[in-house]
């Protein structure tokens, strides 16, 4: 088998490296499966209207978790969506995009709100942007992560955004 010098000397390099962190008693970090994260239906849409004449829409999300150390782990959600434009015009806007993080039992361990900025010059009625962001930072006890756990996103509404929400859920769906 043909092996190139570089390659040998990485070899080396890692097992040595394996080695020494072996000898020096350092304790394996444990393994955590990522919670699966979701898009609250009722939180996919946010509309604007007035002066504000758009409408944005998250469509998808991940995450990705690493832990730091024996007792927490990091997360970076990332996020896509579209920011559509109801008129012509120049659109500058502030999304807020919550975060929960729930149990099987669907009880909130926690919740915070971050900000996604977003621009759009529109020609026409119906021109849209996508987007895609990365929230990274989100640190949580190790603890607290269970098999169960979700992350659960949306935008963050008002009583009547939300409520505007699922009355065009029900429509589109034909209650």
């Not at 390659?7 to 394996?18: N, R």
């Amino acid at each position: 088998m043909f092996m190139s010098k570089i390659t040998k000397t990485f070899l080396l390099v890692t097992l040595m490296g394996t080695l020494l962190s072996a000898c020096a008693g350092e304790e394996p970090l444990p393994y955590v499966a990522c919670p699966k994260p979701f898009i609250l239906a009722d939180g996919e849409r946010l509309v604007r209207s007035a002066e504000q004449n758009w409408t944005a829409e998250l469509n998808w999300v991940d995450l990705a978790c690493e832990v730091k150390d024996a007792s927490r782990i990091e997360m970076a959600l990332f996020l896509s969506g579209r920011f559509y434009a109801n008129s012509a015009g120049t659109y500058n806007a502030t999304l807020p995009i919550f975060i929960a993080y729930i149990t099987a039992d669907d009880e909130v361990m926690s919740r915070m709100t971050q900000n996604i900025s977003v621009t759009l010059k529109a020609d026409k009625s119906g021109d849209f942007i996508g987007f895609k962001k990365m929230i990274n930072g989100l640190d949580i006890q190790l603890d607290s992560v269970s098999p169960d756990m979700q992350v659960i996103v949306g935008f963050e509404l008002s009583a009547g955004e939300l409520a505007s929400n699922i009355s065009e859920k029900k429509r589109r769906l034909g209650y």
